[in-house]
């Protein structure tokens, strides 16, 4: 089954990619844990994803086009990244989940992908 595992950070986790001081402890344990669940075999994919600072919100209300700029929210934790991971059970993505760095300064949601719809 897959599940898609949604990283979420708060902005200090965020700004520790910028701090010299702690960018390569932040890579160093995102890419052994990328590395990890790709080394199983459960990765399907996944990216990080830019700040929400640079991210465009579109809505459409009566056939009108609304574009925003930036966040639409003000969240304390942003969508950092995501990672689809084709494992057994919801067990086994909760464990996967539990790996994750941003697991103690953020969170990570995880969700059942959909099936396509059958032809």
């Given at each position: 089954m897959h599940?898609?595992?949604l990283?979420?950070?708060?902005?200090?986790?965020?700004?520790?990619p910028n701090d010299p001081a702690q960018a390569?402890?932040?890579w160093g344990g995102w890419t052994a844990y990328i590395g990890a669940i790709a080394q199983s075999g459960a990765m399907v994919s996944?990216?990080?994803?830019?700040?929400?600072?640079v991210?465009?919100?579109?809505?459409v209300e009566n056939g009108k086009r609304h574009v925003v700029d930036?966040?639409?929210?003000?969240t304390k934790e942003m969508l950092a990244g995501y990672v689809?991971?084709?494992?057994?059970?919801l067990d086994a993505a909760l464990e996967w989940a539990s790996r994750a760095p941003c697991v103690t300064g953020g969170s990570v949601e995880i969700r059942p992908v959909m099936p396509?719809?059958?032809a």
């Open positions: 599940y898609m595992l990283f979420h950070e708060t902005s200090a986790e965020r700004a520790k390569e402890a932040y996944g990216n990080g994803l830019q700040p929400p600072d991210a465009t919100t579109l809505r930036g966040p639409f929210a003000d689809i991971v084709d494992v057994p059970d396509p719809p059958s």
